[in-house]
Nanobody, 124 residues
Framework: QVRLVESGGGLVQTGGSLRLSCAAS????????MGWFRQAPGKERELVAT????????YYADSVKGRFTISRDNAKNTVYLQMNSLNLEDTAVYYC?????????????????WGQGTQVTVSS
């Protein structure tokens, strides 16, 4: 049974930082791209960042570029999202997902497995 568990969310003030982790089990994900998505109340789920299987190729949404960093540790079957300079617009439930191929994808439909999400709330 494939399982993705996100952790590291919480309440943080504007300008603060958080580091999200996503631990995968039930399958080896080292050959697949992984991504972080988020969904704010009343909005559609959107891509935040994605990383290829090797970690060499990464993509960021314009809204987080320069502030967020995605990384992965294939030996631990874990992907991370370091979030710095958080602002109110970053408040959302953050989800990790496993892609269907080794290359990263910006298309949500190309992600096969999803975690339950972790809440990130940024306050002023």
């Amino acid at each position: 049974q494939v399982r993705l568990v996100e952790s590291g969310g919480g309440l943080v003030q504007t300008g603060g930082s958080l580091r999200l982790s996503c631990a995968a089990s039930g399958r080896t994900f080292s050959s697949y791209a992984m991504g972080w998505f988020r969904q704010a109340p009343g909005k559609e789920r959107e891509l935040v960042a994605t990383i290829s299987w090797s970690g060499y190729m990464r993509y960021y949404a314009d809204s987080v570029k320069g502030r967020f960093t995605i990384s992965r540790d294939n030996a631990k079957n874990t992907v991370y999202l370091q979030m710095n300079s958080l602002n109110l617009e970053d408040t959302a439930v953050y989800y990790c997902a496993v892609g269907s191929s080794s290359s990263y994808s910006t298309t949500i439909a190309e992600y096969d497995y999803w975690g339950q999400g972790t809440q990130v709330t940024v306050s002023s």
